[in-house]
């Protein structure tokens, strides 16, 4: 696609006659006749290649410029005459159209597609008036110079170049001790995605088996859905609506595609696969779903605010008089989880209808007081919120507060039973008619990656021993006893644990210095009298205190431990 875009005092134009056979009459928005003063010109030619996707990019463009010339008034105005290789009208009308839709905050004016006209228009000639576009998909040919050496070089310093500022970010920062810990990292060629680096994956890991141990104790069932979903989905959930522009696009056989920002539609697809009667609730269906959202570059914050991130997303279909009983089990587990990491509710807030939603007000007066109800029945305090619910239901959120005071929210319990209607979800009831379910949306890491880097900070990178990736480090007080300290490193490796070795010939006090700094759990050393007694010298890193144990014991202590995940 190629562009004229044009600053002009006006423009005024007037189709004359066709000047294609089959061209239909001017479709809805287009006018044979128009006139906008202060506006953007947009002339657009539409070439082969280009796909539906490029609307998107071409309102992008439109959207960049009229900030820049600081103006709401948009006129798209079809100029082949732009091209050689223009694409067919059919493609072209519809990505125009498109785009004509895209541009909600603009007031726009589609000349017409497929006419001969006339127009006058006055440029205003400041250095922004006049800007050409080639938007598009880069078609890479075969005969395509390769890079050169020094230019290769050169993009790999850009790629390699460390982007983090830490000289305003305080030492416990998620992001410093990632780096200290070898955690994560982040880069340019990724915005807003993680970099999992072995001991960060593994506290991931053991995050989400954590979550998978206590969601198959209360019955949950584990789903996964596809990252990629029809655009017909999304406008059935009102997602895209919602959310369309400001989210990942693709295209598979001329088809739009989301890359999903979250997992609810999955689930009312499977949901749907079979029969459900009253005998199969409450029906509790947990996912671990990667979800993408586009955020602005300046607002990217290491684990906090990301692109793609990881959602403990969780759906529970019940009956009206199974909800306030599921309800309340939420919050037990949430309150479960958080205890667990040391964290604390600072506040409840119960967040009412948004002005722009969907559901009948009946269903919201229902839904609002059923909530209000369940927490003033637990007689838990909250704040009322009021605007603030989601588009398809009120909801329920737990903010937390850490070590620093600082309060986060985190977990969310909503009530939703306008998905079930627009999805026609249904279950058969005691009576044999078929009903609506309520359904709940609920996650209790909310992000994992955001509640990960909240429990980093509070921790300080402490990381208790079930969770930690540096759990042990074993020492040599001197060379004459390494194949002693090997045969310790390798019971305790195989016994299971994340245990390192460090035999080099260096003095005891710069070993230990290095294990703190690395937050090892334990500090296990290994000397002659270790040696002569099969035993092993152990300090937790929170104790100055040194215990003489056989590895037998320590395995068992060790156990304990992980097993009743003692902070």
């Known amino acids: 696609m190629k562009t004229l875009n044009l600053h002009c005092d006006y423009i005024r134009f007037t189709a004359l006659k066709k000047a294609l056979r089959n061209i239909e009459e001017i479709a809805p928005g287009q006018t044979m006749e128009g006139e906008s003063k202060d506006c953007l010109v947009v002339m657009v030619a539409v070439e082969k290649g280009d796909s539906l996707g490029v609307a998107r990019d071409l309102m992008t463009s439109i959207t960049e410029i009229a900030s820049q010339v600081q103006t709401k008034n948009i006129v798209l105005y079809p100029y082949a005459h732009l091209s050689s290789n ?68 050169q993009l790999l310093r850009e790629v390699s170049r460390a982007k983090l500022d830490t000289s305003k970010l305080k030492e416990n920062d998620h992001r410093i ?42 019955n949950y069932s584990e789903i996964s859905t596809p990252q990629i979903l029809d655009k017909k989905l999304w406008e059935i959930s009102g997602h895209w609506t919602k959310y369309g522009d400001s989210n990942f696009k693709t295209q598979y056989e001329k088809r739009d595609f989301l890359v999903k920002p979250m997992n609810c539609p999955g689930g009312m697809i499977i949901y749907k696969t079979s029969p459900k009667s009253y005998k199969n609730f409450p029906l509790r269906v947990g996912e671990m779903g990667t979800v993408h959202r586009v955020e602005l570059s300046g607002v990217l914050a290491g684990l906090f605010r990301v692109i793609q991130f990881t959602q403990d997303d969780a759906h529970i279909f019940c009956t009206e008089k199974q909800l306030e009983e599921e309800v309340g089990k939420v919050i037990d587990l949430t309150i479960e989880i958080f205890e667990t990491f040391g964290l604390k509710f600072d506040h409840v807030e119960l967040s009412t209808r948004p002005e722009k939603r969907i559901g009948e007000d009946s269903f919201w007066n229902f839904a609002e007081k059923a909530l209000e109800n369940i927490l003033k029945k637990r007689k838990m305090k909250f704040v009322l919120n009021k605007g603030d619910g989601a588009f398809y239901g009120p909801k329920i959120d737990f903010h937390v507060m850490d070590s620093l005071k600082r309060t986060w929210q985190c977990s969310t319990i909503q009530l939703d039973m306008a998905l079930p209607e627009r999805f026609d979800l249904v279950y058969q009831a005691e009576d044999g008619k078929e009903k609506r379910p309520i359904m709940l949306h609920r996650a209790i890491y909310g992000s994992l990656e955001r509640f990960l880097g909240i429990v980093t900070e509070h921790l300080d990178g402490k990381y208790p021993l079930w969770l930690s990736p540096n759990q042990i480090k074993v020492m040599t007080l001197n060379d004459d006893v390494k194949d002693y300290a090997q045969e310790v490193y390798q019971k305790l490796f195989d016994a299971g644990f994340e245990v390192e070795l460090n035999d080099k010939s260096e003095s005891m006090g710069k070993k230990a210095r290095e294990a703190q700094v690395q937050r090892f759990n334990y500090l296990v050393t290994v000397g002659e009298s270790e040696k002569k007694d099969c035993m092993i010298a152990v300090r937790n890193r929170n104790s100055k205190e040194i215990e003489q144990m056989n590895i037998g014991d320590f395995v068992t202590q060790l156990k304990k431990e992980i097993n009743e995940r003692t902070l």
């Open 177 to 218: 001790i990632g780096s200290k810990l070898d955690l994560w990292s982040f880069n340019n060629v990724a915005p807003g995605m993680v970099f999992w680096h072995p001991k960060g994956l593994h506290i991931k890991n053991k995050l989400i088996e954590f979550w998978r141990e206590l969601h198959r104790r209360e």
């Open 86 to 153: 223009l694409g067919k009208p059919s493609l072209a009308i519809e990505i125009l159209d498109g785009t004509a839709k895209k541009l909600k905050d603009f007031e726009v004016v589609q000349a017409p597609f497929g006419y001969y006209k006339s127009f006058e228009l006055k440029v205003k000639g400041h250095p922004l008036s006049e800007l050409s576009r080639e938007i598009g998909n880069e078609i890479i040919s075969g005969n395509e110079e390769e890079i050169t050496e020094e230019d290769r070089k």
